[in-house]
């Protein structure tokens, strides 16, 4: 069911997808309600995930925070009517506008034509020669014998790698800590909620900054990926607590390498074979993965747990392991500031430009 239900589903709605031209001035308020909307729903169920972790909520108080949550499930599509209606009264008011506007001389039309035809065509000639000098829109064979897509591959088995390997051990490592199984469960739920900020998070801030500040993108990789390092020594410590403190660092810069990910590679390589060269990347998430959680923490658990059941008590069964991938994180974030120093002109020049060029266009 896990292996064919994404698949399945996705060949089921491809019917149902639809091009639209949009202008984005006027969908930028209708995104940030929706943004505003998904925000408040994590926080409200990071609140009720941790008042049922302290108190025991009865059955009506319940059934009230159930129907919130689901209120607030369907604001988003009150937000959408909303928009369609906007949508709909602007573009009757244009049609209108233009029907009274319809008294062109047909010479001084023609002469417009033939002048925008030109313009277009000398855009279209300066954008090829643009896309050319920059590299854009590389093939994955392209992309491969560049530095930088091994560089990418690398971050990603680091960082993605070693956050998979840790949720997906959790448990184990709960339990060897003297962790209850309704901790446990609370952990798992937050760090979802955890991921998705980091998603949002890194997302907005790395536009925020390379539209304000000209900062290139990988620098948010290189603090995210520092970030998780701190993060696995944080569990490492053992201390009481440590596993919450670390699991919101981990969770936050595990997501905003999802997040950081395909905007850079389709800066990088261009948007034409951008989904090709991005799930060759991701290839490295299971990888490191794999090794993390089988050769790393998996054989360090079993060399140090006695007694029957092949049980580990203690935060000896996963130090070693915490100092592996806090170390392995580490030097993913020195790879990610190696991609920071070579890929720094290159915003400067021709990503922060285009961004500017566009604006202008709004």
Same mark, same amino acid.
């Given at each position: 069911?896990?292996?064919?239900?994404?698949?399945?589903?996705?060949?089921?709605?491809?019917?149902?997808?639809?091009?639209?031209?949009?202008?984005?001035?006027?969908?930028?308020?209708?995104?940030?309600?929706?943004?505003?909307?998904?925000?408040?729903?994590?926080?409200?169920?990071?609140?009720?995930?941790?008042?049922?972790?302290?108190?025991?909520?009865?059955?009506?108080?319940?059934?009230?925070?159930?129907?919130?949550?689901?209120?607030?499930?369907?604001?988003?599509?009150?937000?959408?009517?909303?928009?369609?209606?906007?949508?709909? &009264?602007?573009?009757?008011?244009?049609?209108?506008?233009?029907?009274?506007?319809?008294?062109?001389?047909?010479?001084?039309?023609?002469?417009?034509?033939?002048?925008?035809?030109?313009?277009?065509?000398?855009?279209?000639?300066?954008? &090829?020669?643009?896309?050319?000098?920059?590299?854009?829109?590389?093939?994955?064979?392209?992309?491969?014998?560049?530095?930088?897509?091994?560089?990418?591959?690398?971050?990603?088995?680091?960082?993605?790698?070693?956050?998979?390997?840790?949720?997906?051990?959790?448990?184990?490592?709960?339990?060897?800590?003297?962790?209850?199984?309704?901790?446990?469960?609370?952990?798992?739920?937050?760090?979802?909620?955890?991921?998705?900020?980091?998603?949002?998070?890194?997302?907005?801030?790395?536009?925020?900054?390379?539209?304000?500040?000209?900062?290139?993108?990988?620098?948010?990789?290189?603090?995210?990926?520092?970030?998780?390092?701190?993060?696995?020594?944080?569990?490492?410590?053992?201390?009481?607590?440590?596993?919450?403190?670390?699991?919101?660092?981990?969770?936050?810069?595990?997501?905003?390498?999802?997040?950081?990910?395909?905007?850079?590679?389709?800066?990088?390589?261009?948007?034409?074979?951008?989904?090709?060269?991005?799930?060759?990347?991701?290839?490295?998430?299971?990888?490191?993965?794999?090794?993390?959680?089988?050769?790393?923490?998996?054989?360090?658990?079993?060399?140090?747990?006695?007694?029957?059941?092949?049980?580990?008590?203690?935060?000896?069964?996963?130090?070693?392991?915490?100092?592996?991938?806090?170390?392995?994180?580490?030097?993913?974030?020195?790879?990610?500031?190696?991609?920071?120093?070579?890929?720094?002109?290159?915003?400067?020049?021709?990503?922060?430009?285009?961004?500017?060029?566009?604006?202008?266009?709004?």
């Amino acid at each position: 069911m896990l292996a064919l239900l994404p698949t399945v589903n996705t060949l089921l709605l491809t019917c149902f997808v639809r091009i639209h031209n949009t202008s984005e001035g006027a969908e930028k308020e209708h995104l940030n309600s929706l943004s505003l909307v998904a925000i408040l729903v994590a926080a409200y169920l990071m609140v009720i995930i941790i008042i049922e972790h302290v108190v025991t909520l009865r059955l009506i108080v319940r059934a009230f925070a159930f129907v919130v949550l689901i209120l607030l499930l369907g604001s988003p599509l009150c937000i959408a009517i909303g928009a369609w209606k906007r949508e709909s &009264d602007r573009i009757s008011h244009t049609l209108c506008t233009e029907e009274e506007s319809l008294i062109i001389e047909p010479k001084q039309r023609g002469s417009e034509k033939i002048l925008a035809r030109q313009d277009s065509d000398q855009e279209m000639d300066t954008n &090829d020669n643009r896309t050319l000098q920059s590299g854009e829109n590389l093939n994955l064979l392209q992309a491969m014998r560049v530095m930088d897509f091994w560089i990418l591959f690398l971050a990603m088995a680091c960082g993605m790698g070693s956050g998979l390997a840790t949720v997906n051990n959790i448990s184990q490592i709960g339990g060897s800590l003297n962790y209850t199984s309704s901790e446990i469960g609370s952990l798992v739920s937050l760090w979802s909620i955890w991921n998705f900020l980091g998603r949002f998070g890194a997302g907005y801030a790395s536009d925020y900054a390379l539209h304000a500040k000209g900062w290139a993108r990988p620098l948010f990789m290189v603090i995210t990926l520092a970030g998780m390092s701190l993060g696995h020594l944080v569990i490492a410590s053992g201390v009481p607590g440590a596993l919450y403190v670390g699991s919101i660092l981990l969770g936050v810069c595990y997501g905003s390498q999802w997040s950081l990910m395909p905007t850079i590679t389709s800066e990088i390589f261009g948007v034409a074979h951008m989904g090709t060269i991005f799930n060759t990347i991701t290839i490295a998430s299971p990888v490191g993965s794999y090794i993390f959680s089988v050769r790393v923490i998996g054989y360090i658990y079993d060399k140090e747990a006695s007694g029957e059941g092949n049980i580990c008590v203690g935060k000896h069964c996963f130090v070693l392991s915490f100092l592996i991938m806090a170390s392995a994180t580490l030097f993913g974030s020195l790879a990610a500031l190696s991609l920071f120093f070579r890929t720094r002109n290159f915003y400067n020049q021709v990503v922060h430009r285009r961004l500017l060029h566009s604006v202008r266009e709004l």
